[in-house]
Nanobody, 123 residues
Framework: QVQLVESGGGLVQAGGSLRLSCAASGRTFSRYDMGWFRQAPGKEREFVAHISWGGRSTYYADSVQGRFTISRDNAKNTMYLQMNSLKPEDTAVYYC????????????????WGQGTQVTVSS
């Protein structure tokens, strides 16, 4: 069993920054690719960012490219999402997930999920 716990969400003004954390336990964190997704009210869950098991490869959604940075510390079993220049359209519940098999931007490729953390960006 894998447990993923997100933290770091909150309310921020447009243009501000937040850093999300995802603490993992239950299996060898360093062996698995990880991802961040988000879901706004009334919308489907969407891909935000992906990081390979060793941290050398990262991918981002076009909407966050250049503003968000995904990283991980395998020694701490923790993944991060640094979010800068936040916009009101970034408002959503953010989820971290551990990847199984499949395409990195598809939620179906991820087999374990956290409970989510709310990010609200005011204009």
């Amino acid at each position: 069993q894998v447990q993923l716990v997100e933290s770091g969400g909150g309310l921020v003004q447009a243009g501000g920054s937040l850093r999300l954390s995802c603490a993992a336990s239950g299996r060898t964190f360093s062996r698995y690719d990880m991802g961040w997704f988000r879901q706004a009210p009334g919308k489907e869950r969407e891909f935000v960012a992906h990081i390979s098991w060793g941290g050398r490869s990262t991918y981002y959604a076009d909407s966050v490219q250049g503003r968000f940075t995904i990283s991980r510390d395998n020694a701490k079993n923790t993944m991060y999402l640094q979010m800068n220049s936040l916009k009101p359209e970034d408002t959503a519940v953010y989820y971290c997930a551990s990847k199984g098999s499949g395409t990195y931007y598809s939620p179906l490729a991820y087999d374990y999920w956290g409970q989510g953390t709310q990010v609200t960006v005011s204009s």
